[in-house]
């Protein structure tokens, strides 16, 4: 009998402890759980706003690399053909530069879009300055990269434009 009631105790003591850990441990995990939602979303007040401002400062990056913007902004500033390609290729180097740190803040997608579109675009400006002399007024080279992007029919940026505008709105 003694024998009999020594293992119900151990068996009730046993179940207790099981119980009393399993309330404990679940206690915890809502306790760290708790605090690492109030970490995530401090960090999401913190972070969301610069999210935001990088987005936006790629899509003035693309508006300003665009072809008819840079050529708009810069051919009276060049001489000849020569002096052009080279003032449209230092600028987007330079907004591209300035804007480089804003890739911790967008996706990899998104980055690899901005840059395809900046490549692209250094790409057609080379490509018209060869079909032009170098001492030809730089209005010639204007017109051919003009006459490249109709033949596009499209933007260079207009992809990674779209692109970076729906990543934005999935943030909503």
């Known amino acids: ?3 009999y009631s020594f293992i119900t105790v151990l ?3 046993a179940i207790l ?9 679940t206690v915890a995990e809502k306790v760290f ?12 007040k913190i972070t969301l706003p610069l999210r935001l401002q990088a987005y936006e400062r790629m899509c003035l990056f693309l508006e300003r690399i665009t072809p008819n913007n ?4 810069l051919v009276a500033s060049a001489g000849n053909a020569l002096e052009l390609q ?3 290729l230092y600028e987007i180097r330079e907004e591209y530069n300035h804007n480089l ?10 980055w690899g879009q901005v840059s395809n579109a900046m490549n692209e675009i250094v790409s057609l400006i080379n490509q018209a300055a060869v079909e032009v002399d170098a001492e030809a007024p730089a209005s010639e080279l204007a017109k051919k990269i003009f006459a490249q992007v109709i ?15 729906e990543e934005i709105q999935k943030l909503f």
Not at 17 to 25: A, E, P, R, S
Not at 33 to 44: A, L
Not at 101 to 110: G, P, R, V
Not at 151 to 164: D, G, N, R, W
């Open 33 to 44: 759980d708790k605090q690492k939602n109030d970490i995530r979303s401090k960090n999401i």
């Open 86 to 88: 080279q003032i449209l």
């Open 11 to 13: 068996i009730l003591g």
């Open 1 to 3: 009998m003694e024998y």
């Open 70 to 73: 840079l050529l708009l902004r």
């Open 101 to 110: 740190a804003q890739q911790i803040y967008i996706s990899i997608d998104a």
């Open 151 to 165: 033949q596009q029919e499209i933007q260079p940026t207009t992809h990674a434009l779209k692109f970076v505008k």
């Open 17 to 25: 402890t099981y119980g009393m850990y399993l309330t404990i441990t």
